[in-house]
């Protein structure tokens, strides 16, 4: 979780968003299982909803809130480890997706070197 909470302060948000938390447990759940891609709404919004003692559409928007802040402070950063022409910002889905890849990759990379 670290690296996540890592990877998300360096686009600015702390812990002051509400965001933060649900956005950070929600990469957490697309990392331990990808295919809850498949399926964000059930496998992710509403799994964190539940986590947090709130609903899913909560989660969505202030993840939205997330990465309007990521695309503001730094959206070269975000297009980069997207790994494909993001010409427009993410939506809340897309953003989890590009986050739990980075996370997925810098990982195996890190092991590989070991």
């Not at 979780?1 to 686009?11: A, G, K, N, V, Y």
């Not at 919004?45 to 997330?66: D, K, M, P, Q």
């Not at 022409?85 to 997706?97: R, V, W």
Request: with cysteine; proline share 1%.
């Amino acid at each position: 979780m670290t690296t996540i909470q890592d990877t998300l302060r360096s686009f600015g948000i702390t812990r002051c968003y509400k965001g933060f938390q649900y956005a950070a447990y929600a990469i957490q759940l697309a990392v331990e299982d990808e295919s809850r891609l498949e399926a964000i709404t059930k496998e992710i919004y509403e799994e964190t909803a539940e986590h947090f003692g709130c609903n899913g559409a909560a989660v969505e928007r202030s993840i939205r809130t997330v990465v309007d802040r990521a695309w503001k402070i730094d959206s070269r950063l975000l297009r980069e480890i997207a790994g494909y022409n993001l010409d427009h910002i993410p939506t809340a889905s897309e953003f989890i997706e590009i986050m739990a890849t980075h996370i997925l990759r810098s990982s195996y990379e890190l092991h590989s070197l070991l």
